[in-house]
């Protein structure tokens, strides 16, 4: 695949991450701060959230899962989703 499409298809990941539509993940950090994500990216990139996100007794409120993470700062959190979404295995 050239670099070209890599490019594209990670702008596409990175305007996923910022608009968050379709998301199905709320994660709440920092106490009250709510952050959209998707379950398949998540899943697919990590292992902690393949398996917490499949969890029988998972949260779920309006269709949405819900996980809770209040002593992580939102911005650290934010850096480390976009690692998900934007860096790609070889």
Known sequence: MSIECWQEVINDYEKLL???RGYDVIICVDEN???RAHSLVLS??????CTKLF?????????????KRPN??????????????LLWKD
């Open 44 to 49: 697919t990139r990590s292992q902690y959230f």
């Open 72 to 85: 992580i700062s939102s911005k650290l959190f934010k850096m480390i989703l976009r690692q998900f979404y």
């Open 55 to 67: 969890e029988e007794n998972v949260e779920r409120r309006d269709g949405k899962i819900i996980i």
């Open 18 to 20: 910022e608009n968050g």
């Open 33 to 35: 701060e709510e952050i």
